[in-house]
């Protein structure tokens, strides 16, 4: 599916896990899509793979100044301190609000979903993750399930990077059929 012209926003702080960063990116862009690294790091943002750090890459946008109408579609990537770091810079809440409450496709990985329930976003969706996250996902009013994707009203969740194939394919459907009604969050 071609998803020609559209801008998606990935949205990482320090310590994301680059291979679910540089595995969907890809996909995005070899299906036609253009994206941004949107972040609260100044200049370039540090990836790791699992315990190490692995490659840095340029901060396309501060989220200071993103704007969540420029893009169609956000991507927000696992590792444990990248979501944990965005769930507490209100800027970055904020900037994800602005997709739930436009219903447009968001993307979600492993830890990922950590920001997604800051947000208010979460209640009443089925969505899985990392299975560690299972308990905070029920807590917030999600049915957790344990699959390799879940796509639930434009939101498409997988639990970890051997799903990175899985998900990147629902994504880019999702991004093809656009928005998916706007639903507030909590």
């Known amino acids: 599916m071609s998803i020609q012209g559209k801008r998606v926003a990935i949205l990482v ?33 540090q990836g790791w793979k699992h315990f190490e750090k692995a490659d840095k ?9 993103a704007n969540a109408e420029e893009f169609d579609a956000l991507l927000l990537p696992g590792g444990v301190a990248n979501p944990d770091q965005l769930r507490g810079n209100p800027k970055a809440v904020q900037f994800v ?8 496709p ?4 492993c830890h990922g979903p950590w920001t997604l329930i800051e947000a208010g976003a979460v209640k009443g969706r089925t969505m899985t993750s990392w299975p560690t996250l299972k308990t905070d996902l029920q807590n917030a009013g999600a049915k957790w399930v344990d699959q390799e994707v879940v796509v639930d009203a434009g939101i498409v969740s997988s639990r970890k990077p051997d ?14 059929e656009g928005r998916h009604g706007q639903r507030r969050a909590a």
């Open 163 to 176: 799903d990175i194939p899985a998900f990147s394919r629902k994504l880019i459907e999702e991004i093809g």
């Open 97 to 104: 609000k602005r997709f739930v409450d436009a219903g447009k």
């Open 57 to 65: 890459f340029k901060v396309d946008v501060p989220v200071d100044a």
């Open 13 to 45: 702080a320090e310590g994301f896990e680059l291979s679910e960063m540089t595995g969907p990116k890809k996909a995005l862009e070899e299906a036609g899509a253009s994206t941004a690294i949107v972040s609260p790091a100044k200049g370039e943002v």
């Open 106 to 109: 968001i993307g979600v990985i």
